[in-house]
């Protein structure tokens, strides 16, 4: 895939060299206007609808004008998904699972194209990038060759015994809504979606405008694999799509922050929707006095500044021994210092640009608030305008006080604050002051010390002796929050689960031949022994240990 805006002039702004090779970093990289119209016809959207302009981070030139989705477009689109969805239900599973395992040959063959579109839409480094790919890649492959056993029948023991038999079965809620953000839409986007489609939904994608081409072309390529027509449509818009998908879906998911992750639960709460909701992390590392330094400050850095600290399992904070304290933030602060910023599509950068003027602001407030308010700046703290208009440095701080905004408030930017403990003890109850839970790490050179402390820790997923990239790659293991980080799961059978409903199906034998334990001839035995019968029952159920 070649990338250029869809705008006649964009690159007729203040970065004026832009057309230049040389100073260029995406000047080689053209999208043909044409392609770029294909995909934006996939938007759910009437003729005449408004537009948002998406800007590339890493130069702040336009990309293309995306047409935005309103709430009045979704009434058609639910009818069209609930047709769909009705016949992909009643297909064979091994037809669902070879869409999958399509998608996971495909995103691999056609890596360089979407790599591409993603850094021009994210401002990520390519690394960065490519780990979002490799993630949706490992989700496909394993829920298409799981799925089967996840979703099978199962038999559960009955109140009569061999008398009853009773299963449980799994049902697909019928059209899922997906509410995926800016940073992550291969991940939290066509992800999601995978998972709901394979349990046999369909589903209505509410992209950000930011990265709509990105979801765009994920539809394409799930159409390539063979999904059938409508069963995943991207709709593009604001909070206005994003609450109204809500009147016309079964089920939802969506990620995003504390904030509207509360007001899309309390709607979908007062609209009687099940929802799974992955909201902020204000995510915590402990290091051991045990640890080897140089090793741990390596998995810090990736910890705290992969996508630019973009995203929800980012750490922000890190809690030291105070034996190995200067020894570990010297070893982090030259690690950090030395992290290459770049605007290139190639895999020169360790780090990239933050996505807009939003979330730069955002992260030079939170750094300006903590140093007024007596914090110290052990390296960075600077905006790189000359790498870009939104570049920001790694940043390590020190001495962050609890009244400072970083301390508690989420950054989502490359800043991490360390603060020296003197314990065990105080670590974890230093990573437990506070309403969010979503991630944790630890920190040491024993595994059985780490995975104790671990389950101290009031977080949906701790992640020992490795960072957030482990953890979410173990995909049979479920991901996600606790208290104000949200609740569901994504990942593992529970992941799967989340996008069906159980129903429970319980047949009585004999009631009709006179024979077996039937619970109408007991109850036909009287009002006094029919109760007498029962508790006998439960005696020598109590007796055998039958569950």
Known sequence: MRWTSAYPDAMAHEHADLHDPETDPLATYVLEPDDVRTLLAR???????????????????????????????????????????????????????????????????????VLDLLQVETGKARTHAWEELGDVANTARYYALRARRFLAPRTVRGLTGPFASARVLRHPYGVVGIVTPWNYPLSLGLGDALTALVAGNAVLLRADPQTALTLLWCAELLEDAGLPADLLQVLVGGPDVGMALLEHVDHAGFTGSTRAGRVFGARAGELGVPVTLELGGKNAMYVAEDVDVEATAAGAVRACFGSAGQLCASIERIYVHQDVHDDFVAALVRRAAALRLGAGLDYRADMGSLVGPAQLARVVEHVEDAVGHGATVLTGGEQRPDLGPYFYE????????????????????PVVAVYPVASDDEAVAAMNDSELGLLAAVWTRSTARGTALAARVRAGMVAVNDTHHVLWGSVGAPVGGVGASGHGRRHGREGLWET????????????????????????????????????????????????
């Open 43 to 113: 938007v759910v959207a009437g003729p005449g609808h408004a537009t948002a302009s998406s800007a590339a981070p890493f130069t702040g030139a336009p990309v293309a004008a995306v047409p935005l989705t309103t709430p009045g477009d979704l009434p058609g689109a639910a009818r069209r998904a609930r047709a769909a969805q009705r016949l992909w239900a009643a297909r064979p599973l091994r037809e669902r699972t070879a869409v999958l395992l399509r998608v996971h040959d495909l995103l691999l063959e056609r890596q360089s194209d």
């Open 500 to 547: 069906t409903w159980t129903q429970s199906v319980v047949a009585q034998r004999g009631v009709h031949t006179g024979r077996g334990l039937g619970m109408r001839h007991v109850h036909d035995l009287g009002t006094e022994v029919w109760p007498r019968v029962l508790t006998r029952l439960l005696e020598v159920e109590r007796a055998l240990r039958l569950p």
């Open 394 to 413: 790694p940043t390590v701080l020190a001495d962050v006080p609890p009244e400072a905004r970083a301390h508690r408030e989420e950054t989502f930017g």
